[in-house]
């Protein structure tokens, strides 16, 4: 029974840190969507995918989310056509290379602010490095769900199927239903709930960011965007938060501060731990911090750098964007640059 209150009390204090975050982040979603031209949008992107992820690496200082607010983000950005770099960039990047988050981590590592320093530093060349390799890859849209693959702008649309007849198949009927009382699943993957959502909801407002429109209608339509967003992004979070909090509560805690003195065994120990506590990037610095005594200094760094880009909540949200292979890619990429950094100060540096 104290295992569960703990639980609950942890899957609380996660939403309660995350919630707001993600707001924020549908928030600017819906902005870039309705607000933001398009074509001005791409073009002043880099096109050179080295300059392009670093670029999308530091977009965090004018988007200041977290691991919770940065996916909407990035997926609005890669549905507007912006160089998959940029995206792949702004998405690892920005819940660390943000006001809010340098301005935490000094504040719990004042007395050692090579913590601060390194932890942007290799936060940027993490998320630069991983958008630059997926820039080798010409079309993403294996990557991609279908839902968001469709409204790629490099992604030409399919020719429309034919019946027996030799006649263009129909969509399906509109209904004059809004769509906030549409009624389906909402679960990721198919062609109905999450993603029929998403193009429904793609389709009736891409038209209204028109700069002619007038600016209620752009109001009601931001107004619906984010219902919708929240609706799906909103419950894979409650799951990810209830699987971080178990994991919590059930980890041996003892076992992973036995780690803590090696110099590989602490980054590997602290590596899985940031995965598994998915604590939000604004605070968890000071989480970090009551590990200082224990871990290594490299350790601590690769909980404040991995965490941000790859946690189990995260995971969740990031679903929403990417197949299961995409993330794999992501995962172990993030994880092996992350190891390489740390391990180097470990034994060299600091």
Known sequence: MNQLNN??????????????????????????????DESKLVEKMPRNPLLGALFGSMIGFLFPVCECGNVPVARRLLMQGVPTPVAIGFLLAAPTINPIVIWSTWSAFRDQPEIVVFRVVFSLAIATIIGFIFSFQPDLVP?????IARYLKFNPPAPPKTNRRGQKSQLQPQTNTPSLLQSGTYILGGRTGASQRIDNNYSEV??????SKPLSEKLRSLLDNI???????GGVMVLGSAIAAATQVLAPRDLILSLGAGPISSILAMLVLAAV???????????ALSFASTFTSGSLLAFLVFGPMIDIKGIGLMLSIFKPKAL???FFLAGQLTLLFTLFLNLHVI
């Open 328 to 330: 794999i890619y992501l």
């Open 206 to 211: 891409a038209a209204i960011s028109n700069l």
């Open 227 to 233: 219902v919708q967003e929240l609706r799906e992004l």
């Open 143 to 147: 990557f991609l769900q279908p839902a």
């Open 7 to 36: 639980g609950f009390t942890i899957f609380l204090s996660l939403l309660v840190e995350a919630m707001p975050f993600l707001l924020l982040g549908v928030f600017l979603s819906s902005l870039l969507l309705l607000f933001v």
């Open 277 to 287: 506590v998915s604590i939000c990037s604004t605070v968890d610095a000071f989480f």
